[in-house]
Nanobody
């Protein structure tokens, strides 16, 4: 299993970024997947997860601003981020879970990408 995240960078408050996560190996559309983030000195936290049926679970802090999507034909997971705030600054990780779990919990994710830095600053 391989997950490769990309798309991070420096953006001004109020700006937008789209993260991508290319996945391969045994991961497919039936695996729950998610985006997590970790800011310096803080624990890794769920940003959003998506199940095999397309159900999503967003952190309250990103609802209405971030959108997760998955292109199963291309094996790419996306995170569209809008109205970015300085507190969104973190390393963002894509992750995949095995089938049969909800994907709502950190401990359910054995497969992780390398992370991409998002910095929101003026």
């Amino acid at each position: 299993v391989q997950l490769q995240a990309s798309g991070g960078g420096l953006v001004q408050p109020g700006g937008s970024l789209r993260l991508s996560c290319a996945f391969s190996g045994t991961i497919s559309s039936i695996n729950p997947m998610g985006w997590y983030r970790q800011a310096p000195g803080k624990e890794r936290e769920l940003v959003v997860s998506i199940t095999s049926t397309g159900s999503t679970n967003y952190a309250d802090s990103v609802k209405g601003r971030f959108t997760i999507s998955r292109d199963n034909a291309k094996n790419i997971l996306y995170l569209q981020m809008s109205s970015l705030k300085p507190e969104d600054t973190a390393v963002y990780y894509c992750a995949a879970a095995d089938t049969g779990v909800s994907g709502a919990h950190l401990f359910e994710y054995p497969y992780w990408g390398q992370g991409t830095q998002v910095t929101v600053s003026s």
